[in-house]
């Protein structure tokens, strides 16, 4: 049988990966200085409908994107069986769902308290979206790769699709994070100060974060394509392929853009083990 993760690995994995912790370390520190220092602080059962605001960035960001971001980065950062990090994978996309439910709460609940509309903004609208399609990619997955499970062919198939739209549903979380700081700072009326610094630095090291996993994203668009329209049959994959028929498989241009994200057609094989 063929593992479900399949061995591709850029030289600049183990870098990167350190990299977007780091930026989330720091992200987070800004983001509690902020909701602390000049909010006044998170209190989702306060009276204050500005309190109970303030427990909706501070859940999107470090409870949703970050704990997303962390889900993903889980097969590469824990040292266990596949099995397990599998299980750590879904756990902390479920942790990820169940803080950002918590989350748009405290939004729906400060409206409500403010006597203010839903539903009414760009940000919303993003949000709202992102939410759902991250609760269906969530489901999906279980489904398909843990209960009730598909066939080893189908789960060669969708695995590197299912990759493909986690991150681009990271990235759309992040671009909603965005347009929010934008759109508080613009309601709050901030003047040029510590305040507006202090939030513009936040919302470039979200951004960052992001950007950290850049080449990953690059990388699994590569090889949903390949996975997807090559010739060769999953199940009877010869480990011993040669890495010069796997590159006729792949334009010169693909090839060329392997090349610069530092990816080789032989990472592409699939590695055999006992399940």
């Known amino acids: 049988m063929y593992s479900d993760r399949p061995r591709f690995q850029p030289t600049t994995t183990r870098p990167m990966t350190m990299l977007a912790h780091l930026f989330a370390v720091i992200a987070t520190i800004l983001l509690l200085v902020w909701l602390l220092r000049f909010r006044g602080g998170i209190n ?26 962390e889900a993903i ?18 756990a902390l996309h479920l942790v990820a769902i169940t803080l950002g439910i918590v989350g748009i709460y405290a939004v729906f609940k400060f409206h409500r308290m403010s006597e203010i509309d839903n539903m009414f903004s760009l940000h919303s609208w993003l949000g709202m979206i992102t939410f759902c399609l991250y609760g269906l990619q969530w489901l999906f997955g279980f489904l398909i790769f843990w209960f009730p499970r ?28 965005e347009t929010g700081l934008m759109e508080k700072a613009t309601l709050t009326q901030l003047e040029v100060g510590s305040e507006s610094r202090l939030m513009n630095f936040t919302g470039l090291f979200i951004l960052l974060f992001g950007l950290a996993k850049w080449p990953n994203l690059i990388q699994t668009i590569l090889v949903s394509i390949y996975t997807t329209f ?7 994959l010869d480990d011993s392929l040669s890495s010069s028929s796997l590159s006729l498989g792949l334009s010169s241009s693909t090839r060329s853009i392997m090349a610069g994200t530092g990816i ?12």
């Open 230 to 236: 090559s010739l060769y049959k999953p199940a009877r």
């Open 44 to 69: 989702l059962e306060s009276d204050d409908s500005d309190l109970v605001f303030n427990a909706h960035p501070f859940l999107m960001v470090f409870g949703f994107i970050f704990m997303a971001g």
């Open 73 to 90: 980065m889980a097969y590469r950062m824990i040292p266990a069986e596949q099995n397990v990090q599998k299980f750590v994978h879904m």
């Open 150 to 177: 598909a066939s080893d062919v189908s789960r060669h198939r969708i695995r590197p699709w299912h990759m493909f739209f986690g991150r681009v549903l990271l990235y759309l979380a992040i671009v909603t994070a």
């Open 264 to 275: 080789h057609p032989q990472q592409l094989q699939h590695s055999r083990i006992q399940t």
